[in-house]
Each structure stands twice: as structure tokens, then as C-alpha cells.
């Protein structure tokens, strides 16, 4: 199973930037998708963006389209979300995902990281 690892998360001022990163272990990282959700206290949790295999397609939920950035680094191993114009709706704790290939759902999960939004 693939080992997942988030950082970067804190505190960030409403209009203002963060940048997340998601390290994953394991080979052949560029052959399986990898996305971001968030979970804000007693609220579902909410897709935000995914990276297709190779970093082909991104798709970003409709509350972050336009602000947040998915990209990655195969080289790395990592898969990172750029968060631009936070704004007070963003706080959460943000976990990435991994979907094997061909798998429907997403099948390995991080632990998370906080991201607070100050004004």
C-alpha cells in the first residue's frame, strides 16, 4: 500500500497563499491519480482537485476553481496544491489520496494537515 505523507498546512491570512505538499512512497508514481480533499468541522468531506495519471487532467472543485492549483513532481514523488486568494470558507484539514489504476475510488489516504485562515 502506498504510504502517503501531507505538510505544509498553518496558518495562512485571507488573501493570501499556502502551498501544500504530499509526498508518496512506493514506484511508478506517474502511473496512478492523486487528489486533494478537505474536511472543516462538521462538514462531509469535499473534493478539491485530482491530478490524472502523468499529471494530465486536473479538475477542481467549483469552490476553489480558480484559486488552487493542483500540480505534481514525478520525479519526486509528490503531488503539491497551491492556495491562492484564501478565503474564510478554506479552513479545513486537507488530506491527500492516492487511486490505483483502473480502481474506481481512491484507496490510500495521509493523515491530513491543518490549514487556519486568519483575516
Known amino acids: 500500500q502506498v504510504q502517503l505523507g501531507e505538510s505544509g498546512g498553518g496558518v495562512g491570512q485571507a488573501g493570501g497563499s499556502l502551498r501544500l505538499s504530499c509526498a508518496a512512497s512506493?514506484?511508478?508514481?506517474?502511473?496512478?491519480?492523486m487528489g486533494w480533499f478537505r474536511k472543516a468541522p462538521g462538514k462531509e468531506r469535499e473534493f478539491v482537485a485530482v491530478?490524472?495519471?502523468?499529471?494530465?487532467?486536473?479538475y477542481d472543485a467549483d469552490s476553489v476553481k480558480g484559486r488552487f492549483t493542483i500540480s505534481r513532481d514525478n520525479a519526486k514523488n509528490t503531488v503539491y496544491l497551491q492556495m491562492n486568494s484564501l478565503k474564510a470558507e478554506d479552513p479545513a484539514v486537507y488530506y491527500c489520496?492516492?487511486?490505483?489504476?483502473?480502481?474506481?475510488?481512491?484507496?490510500?489516504w495521509g493523515q491530513g494537515t491543518q490549514v487556519t485562515v486568519s483575516s
Open positions: 491530478s490524472s495519471l502523468r499529471g494530465g487532467s486536473t
Open positions: 489520496a492516492h487511486r490505483s489504476p483502473g480502481a474506481r475510488d481512491f484507496d490510500s
Open positions: 512506493g514506484r511508478n508514481f506517474s502511473s496512478y491519480a
